[in-house]
């Protein structure tokens, strides 16, 4: 090998060595005292306990608790308590930044492709590189800066600045998962996107986690989900450092990130890592490095034999954090993910009429984000999605703040409209659809605030329901509404009610039924308009006084019936 050639790798060798040194530097911070007090100040720790304390009562059995002991009781409530750190991360302490608004119209601004030089402000508090902002509508061509996004690295001033994208959302939930005490890992991805990962004592693993994108031991998301070609992934934590780019990686694609691992040579890879975690741990004592030892191998094992093959890429979705432009461009979405169809069909079975009769009322209950069918309550779908046929740009929203929950766009979508839709088919029977009865719980916030619904059938018939913008009882309802649709107000939702009626043809099999949610004004636009809008109070109070009004209601005649 030549000179030239030798002093190459080792150049590669070196870099890659510091840019380890520099990450476990930087996990420093997560360990300060003061660090992790200004976060836990942060962080409504007592509530998010009793939402994690009351989801593993409700899903444990009386009959069963003799074999639950006090030690896994505890563990697997950490492990809740993890999930709701993450869901208020997410919905109520962060917010993602594609670029910053204008300061004089609030318009979204356009970078000027240049890097700022940090003010003495800047610098102070961790600033390495601003963004540069101009405004088209402000400024015109003249390309004047508007405003600048500083990228700090500090996690404490981002307790304060509470925005960013993927590198600030993981420097931030990093220190607030060690403040609460979890064992926490901040993973890098060479290929350019960043995450925690936090050790369960009940499942003995660690948990991949991302905060951007609120999900939890979903290891396979970027490479099967939004199509990244990984390369190199290195997870640092206070006392340890790993390589772990195989728990990211399906085992059938090894081969293929091998031959993209060409910065360094494997074996040089290895025996730094040993050599790094050796030096971090030389203070520890020997029960701890047994300990540690004994997580290693299990993980190793973990690698070669991945419980997370057996998820299949369908169920993967693309990026979700950062606009679809954004996504787009950076390879972290596919196309077919703007639209998403789970399709799920409402099939109406022999066997359902004989148990329900020949009226079905379905439910949605959005504080207990499930289905259920007629009074019986009986359960059919858990989750807002599992029963849906379509959907785009909405997310179910829970607000700590105001004890409130609700299905609404996406934040990070604000200003894009969404949509979903139920698929009813009647699959099994020799009845038809007699009439369809629609009542969605609506509210809006703003005057160009608009939900909108509509009903398609297998015999091409199309009804567009009139939209419902903001309502206020001083208005004349009728006629903003127009004769074919009602509003009604109800005591028990405090909110408006959509409630339509339809008689298909005889010859119908299935229906579709969408409801557009659109409009709304300023950053909170995304809220402005929201559907089965409840009390999250029902969660503490119970729910022995709380009123259900089906949103869809089939009424079936015979398909021998005359007329």
């Known amino acids: 090998m030549s000179r030239t050639g030798q002093g190459t790798i080792e150049f590669r060798q070196n870099e890659f060595r510091q840019q380890l040194i520099g990450l476990i ?3 420093t911070r997560y360990e300060d005292a003061n660090n992790q007090e200004a976060a836990l100040c942060q962080i409504p720790v007592d509530d998010l306990k009793q939402i994690a304390e009351a989801k593993f009562n409700s899903c444990v059995d009386a009959s069963s608790d003799a074999d639950i002991t006090t030690d896994s009781t505890e563990s697997m409530v950490r492990d809740l308590l993890l999930l709701e750190l993450l869901r208020w991360f997410k919905e109520e302490f962060f917010t993602w930044m594609d670029t910053p608004k204008c300061p004089t119209c609030s318009k979204p601004t356009k970078i000027l492709g240049q890097t700022g030089k940090p ?4 610098r102070k508090n961790s600033a390495s590189r601003v963004e540069l902002y101009t405004c088209p509508n402000c400024v015109g061509q003249t390309n004047a800066e508007v405003a600048r996004f500083p990228r700090y690295n500090d996690p404490v001033v981002l307790l304060k600045s509470r925005t960013g994208r993927c590198g600030e959302w993981a420097n931030c939930f990093a220190l607030i998962c060690r403040a609460m005490n979890f064992e926490t890992r901040h993973v890098t991805d060479w290929t350019d996107h960043v995450w925690v990962e936090v050790f369960s004592l009940a499942q003995k693993r660690w948990l991949h986690c991302d905060p951007c994108e609120n999900k939890c031991s979903v290891p396979l998301l970027y490479e099967l989900g939004w199509g990244k070609r990984l390369s190199y992934i290195i997870a640092i934590s206070q006392d340890d450092i790993q390589d772990v780019t195989w728990r990211y990686s399906h085992s059938k694609n090894h081969k293929k990130v091998l031959a993209r691992r060409n910065l360094v040579n494997e074996h040089w890879l290895v025996v730094t890592i040993m050599a790094l975690r050796k030096d ?13 030892q004994e ?27 950062g606009s679809q432009v954004w996504r787009l461009v950076r390879q972290e979405i596919r196309v077919d993910d703007l639209i998403q169809k789970f399709g799920f069909v409402w099939k109406i079975t022999n066997n359902m009429i004989s148990n329900y009769g020949t009226k079905l009322e379905f439910y949605y209950d959005s504080v207990q984000d499930h289905y259920f069918i007629n009074s019986t309550k009986d359960v059919l779908k858990s989750s807002w999605n599992a029963g849906l046929y379509e959907m785009e740009n909405i997310c179910r929203k829970e607000e ?11 934040k990070s979508e604000e200003s894009n409209p969404g949509k979903l839709s139920w698929k009813f088919e009647l699959s099994e029977t020799e009845l038809n659809f007699q009439s369809l009865e629609v009542e969605i719980p609506c509210t809006t916030f703003h005057s160009s ?9 297998s015999a091409g018939e199309k009804e567009t329901i009139p939209g419902i913008s903001h309502i206020t009882l001083d208005l004349d309802i009728e006629v903003l509404l127009n004769q074919s649709v009602r509003l009604f107000l109800d005591s028990s ?9 339809f008689k298909p043809k005889s010859n119908v099999r299935w229906v579709l039924l969408t409801c557009h949610v659109s409009g709304g004004n300023g950053t909170n636009a995304w809220q402005h308009a929201q559907l089965f809008r409840e009390s999250l109070e029902v969660l503490h109070n119970g729910d022995i006084n709380r009123k259900f ?12 019936a005359k007329g």
């Open 25 to 27: 530097s930087h996990f």
């Open 119 to 122: 003010t003495l402000t800047e």
């Open 280 to 292: 971090m741990q030389r203070h520890l004592s020997q029960e701890k490095k047994n300990i540690l």
């Open 295 to 321: 997580r290693l191998v299990n993980e190793l094992v973990e690698f070669i034999c991945p419980t997370s093959d057996k998820i299949q890429d369908t169920g993967l979705g693309g990026r979700e954090s």
């Open 400 to 410: 700590r703040d105001w004890n409130m929950v609700y299905l609404a766009r996406n």
């Open 449 to 457: 605030a608009l939900i909108s619904l509509g009903l398609l059938n």
């Open 493 to 501: 939702y405090n909110d408006g009610v959509y409630k339509y009626s």
């Open 549 to 560: 009004r089906p949103f869809f209601t089939i009424n079936f005649t015979n398909s021998d």
